[in-house]
C-alpha cells in the first residue's frame, strides 16, 4: 500500500490548482471600474530581485502607467544599473532612507545621516530633490523637519491625500495625510477574492486616490493581479501618476 504521506503533495497541488481555477473564475465577473487617479508606489529593497523589477517594467509600460520606486539608498548604489533602468522607463526614484531601520527609534544623528546617505545616493542617479516614505510607514514630526530641512520634496508615508498643511506643522515639505489601503498583505490576500476586493475599490469615496504601496517582491509572485488591476483602472480612463506627477499637479 502506498504511504500515506505521499497523499499530501497531491492534494496540496489539487488545492493549487482549484484556487488558480477560482481566482480566473471569479475575476471575469468584477464589478464595473470607475475613473479615479491612480497613485502607484512600489519600495524597493535588499530582497527585491532585478528580474522582479524588469518584470514589473515591462507589465507597467504595457499599460502606460507612471510609478514611484521609493529605493533603499544602499541598494540604488549597489545596483546604479537597476535605477538607471527604473529612470529609462520613465518613472520616479524616491528614497526610503539608507538602511531601511525604523527611523523614529533613531538618535537625531542616526536619522540625519540615513536621510542625508539616501538622498547623497539618489544626487548620484541626478535627482536633486528626492520624495520620501520612511521604512515601515513610520514618521513622526522631527523626521519631517529633517526632511524639509534636507531638501526633500515630500513625505509619502501616508499617502491617501496630499496636504499643503502638514500635520507636522512644518513648512517647506508636502506631506501626505493619512493611510492608504491596499498594501502588500491586501494584494496578496484579498486579490484572491477579486470580486469583493473590486467592489471595495469602487465604494471608496469618489474624492478619492487609488493608491497602492507594494513590493516587487510580492506583486510580482501574481504578475496577472497587477496586470488585471492596470486593466481594471485602464478601462475607466484613470490616469496613472508617480507621486512627483501628482504634486506637479
Ligand atoms: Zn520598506
Redesign the pocket.
Known amino acids: 500500500m502506498r504511504p500515506l504521506w505521499l497523499l499530501l503533495p497531491l492534494c496540496l497541488l489539487f488545492l493549487l490548482l482549484l484556487s488558480d481555477y477560482l481566482i480566473f473564475d471569479s475575476a471575469n465577473d468584477l464589478p464595473p471600474p470607475v475613473s479615479r487617479t491612480v497613485l502607484l508606489g512600489f519600495?524597493l529593497?535588499e530582497p527585491d530581485t532585478d528580474e522582479d523589477v524588469a518584470a514589473l517594467l515591462d507589465l507597467l509600460e504595457a499599460h502606460s502607467a507612471s510609478a514611484t520606486f521609493?529605493v533603499?539608498g544602499k541598494v540604488a548604489e549597489e545596483r546604479p544599473e537597476l535605477m538607471r533602468s527604473i529612470l529609462a522607463a520613465g518613472h520616479e526614484l524616491a528614497c526610503?532612507?539608507y538602511s531601511?531601520p525604523q527611523l523614529t527609534g533613531l538618535s537625531e544623528a542616526g536619522q540625519r545621516e540615513e536621510l542625508t546617505r539616501c538622498a547623497e545616493a539618489l544626487q548620484g542617479l541626478g535627482i536633486e530633490h528626492p520624495g520620501f516614505?520612511?521604512?515601515?510607514?513610520r514618521t513622526d514630526r522631527h523626521l519631517v523637519s529633517l526632511l524639509a530641512g534636507l531638501g526633500y520634496a515630500y513625505d509619502a508615508s501616508y499617502i491617501e491625500e496630499w496636504t499643503h498643511a502638514p500635520r507636522a506643522g512644518v513648512p517647506g515639505i508636502k506631506v501626505s495625510a493619512s493611510f492608504l489601503p491596499l498594501t502588500d498583505y491586501y494584494w496578496l490576500y484579498l486579490l484572491r477574492s477579486p470580486g469583493p476586493f473590486y467592489a471595495a475599490l469602487r465604494g471608496y469615496p469618489a474624492s478619492r486616490l487609488l493608491s497602492v504601496d507594494l513590493?516587487p517582491r510580492y506583486v510580482m509572485r501574481y504578475p496577472s493581479h497587477l496586470g488585471a488591476y492596470l486593466a481594471w483602472c485602464e478601462e475607466a480612463g484613470c490616469a496613472f501618476l508617480s507621486h512627483q506627477e501628482l504634486m506637479k499637479g
Do not use: L, Q
Open positions: 519600495d529593497e521609493f533603499v526610503h532612507s531601511h516614505r520612511a521604512p515601515y510607514t513590493h
